[in-house]
């Protein structure tokens, strides 16, 4: 069967020295994990009373507790979920070559992948802790009780809920990557959530910015659209160089 990569985008991956991956939900629905804004997503399909906003907000989870826990556990747990070959073959870049992974999402399979060079921009949801004693709780607990069993304080996810501020870390972490890339690909994401979508501000003058979406993107730079399923193209692009 004939590749779906171009020999001159093959040739970019091989020749870059420093590769960024800046990746949202759409990495993940191959593995059965549901966007938010497409018209499968959970934005829009939220049946609810409020906006799927509200429940992944610090006002639900300090104002109704118990409201946040049961949108969670009901929505966005997806455990037995696994890596698709997006996730598969970024990580390899991870180990074989100078990459990093950059991602919105928070659902933990870039680390079932294991992937080397990985900012989680937004948390992960399976790293939980009690907010009373901040002591670390297995996510398998969470999904049993949104109370903590040694003292009895409610447990969140390590995630940045609306209304939260980022990891500093995380942002510096990003910054960096970006900024000192040659390659930068864009996977699985439309680049308007903010501050996200701001780094790209940060890349170099000479960086190559590659987008692999299904939806076209819009940029006020030079950059090359690939408007195809990603998990096409990244089961034909290969690793090494």
């Not at 930068?184 to 987008?211: C, K, Q, W």
Request: glycine fraction near 4%; include cysteine; proline fraction near 4%.
């Amino acid at each position: 069967m004939e590749s779906m990569i171009d020999q001159e985008i093959q040739t970019l991956f091989d020749n870059a020295k420093k590769i960024v991956f800046l990746t949202g939900a759409g990495v993940s629905t191959a593995s059965g994990i549901p966007d938010y804004r497409s018209k499968n997503g959970l934005y829009t399909n939220d049946k609810s009373d409020k906006p799927a906003e509200y429940y992944l907000s610090a006002e639900c989870l300090r104002d109704e507790p118990k409201v946040f826990y049961q949108y969670e556990k009901s929505n966005m747990y997806y455990p037995d979920a696994k890596p698709n070959v997006i996730h598969e073959r970024q990580a390899a870049f991870t180990r074989e070559r100078d990459a990093v992974v950059v991602t919105q999402n928070i659902d933990s399979l870039y680390r079932k992948a294991n992937t080397e060079n990985l900012v989680e921009f937004h948390g992960n949801l399976y790293n939980v802790y009690c907010q009373k004693c901040r002591k670390k709780v297995d996510y398998r607990e969470y999904l049993k009780s949104m109370y903590h069993r040694n003292c009895g304080g409610i447990l969140r996810p390590d995630i940045v809920l609306y209304g939260e501020g980022l990891n500093p870390s995380a942002i510096s972490q990003s910054i960096q990557a970006v900024s000192k890339a040659d390659l930068i690909v864009i996977v699985g994401t439309s680049m308007r959530v903010y501050p996200f979508a701001g780094l790209i501000d940060y890349r170099s003058e000479n960086a190559h910015v590659l987008a692999i979406n299904e939806e076209q993107l819009s940029f006020t730079f030079p950059f090359t659209m690939i408007k195809e399923n990603a998990v096409d193209f990244f089961n034909d692009l290969k690793v090494n160089a």
